[in-house]
């Protein structure tokens, strides 16, 4: 990997207290001279296996490309705070910006490529995109979505279930709960007891993409075998309906698992971000 890699836990504090947010900033050995990009992990995954492991921080430095990665709360690196607070999407999106500015990116200027951010989300990190870039368009520049959803999977997570399963073994009937969950304790670095107040903290305040869409260019990716494919059109057309530039890319035999790992995805967003 070229470039230098400097990993830290910037202290700010957003509604007074600290998120605990493990960040790891990147930069290319060549500057292309363009604005950094902000990378976001999916739920029970961390920024070392989703972005670092699979090579993308690696693409994208070659590429020149100063890189922002973070651990969600509770994941990877990062901490587990013990109010539920911190765990919501409106906190994260709030925290998101001070990481950003924190790194040094500055508000959007024309004629200044440098200016700015873009992002890139992968699953529940999609979603988060989907919102930071919708709400904050001073600074988003541009998206590239993969394995976005029109709806939260994790909305439809039986807590109850999961938390009788940790405490007692109880079976948990839900297939897509216990999939869930068995997922988030594959990993040893995950916290989860502090994935289970993420999950608390997202059905308290539901995702619905129409509410809040981005005006920015969007790049939306998926498995051709991952069923969140379906959602493609849907999203492209809420955002081309609110007059932002849409591209889909479709991976062949690709799933949500492993589409993350595809090299066409990689050039592809590093392609749509090169503006």
């Not at 040893?188 to 007891?193: A, Q, R």
């Amino acid at each position: 990997m070229s470039g230098r890699h400097t990993g830290e836990q910037h202290s700010h504090t957003v509604e007074g207290t600290d998120p605990q947010l493990y960040v790891g900033v990147h930069d290319p050995a060549v500057d292309a001279g363009l604005r950094p990009v902000l990378l976001l992990h999916g739920f029970s995954s961390s920024s070392k296996l989703n972005w670092e492991d699979t090579g993308w921080v690696a693409a994208l430095l070659d590429a020149g490309r100063r890189v922002i990665t973070v651990d969600l709360p509770g994941h990877g690196r990062s901490g587990a705070p013990e109010d539920r607070d911190s765990y919501s999407p409106s906190r994260i999106r709030a925290d998101l910006l001070q990481v950003a500015f924190d790194a040094g990116v500055r508000p959007l200027q024309d004629g200044d490529p440098s200016s700015g951010l873009d992002v890139v989300g992968y699953s529940l990190g999609s979603r988060l995109a989907w919102e930071f870039g919708a709400t904050q368009p001073e600074i988003v520049h541009r998206l590239v979505l993969g394995g976005p959803n029109v709806a939260d999977p994790l909305a439809a997570f039986d807590l109850v279930a999961a938390q009788d399963y940790l405490a007692d073994g109880t079976p948990i009937a839900d297939e897509s709960t216990a999939r869930l969950l068995k997922m988030a304790l594959l990993l040893p670095s995950n916290n989860i007891f502090a994935l289970l107040s993420l999950v608390e903290a997202i059905k308290a305040e539901p995702y619905d993409p129409a509410e809040a869409v981005p005006h920015v260019p969007v790049l939306l990716v998926a498995g051709d075998k991952d069923e969140r494919a379906a959602s493609l059109p849907r999203l492209a057309g809420l955002a081309s309906n609110a007059g932002a530039m849409v591209e889909q890319v479709m991976l062949p035999g690709r799933n949500h698992t492993n589409a993350i790992t595809s090299r066409a995805f990689k050039q592809a967003a590093i392609t749509f971000l090169a503006v």
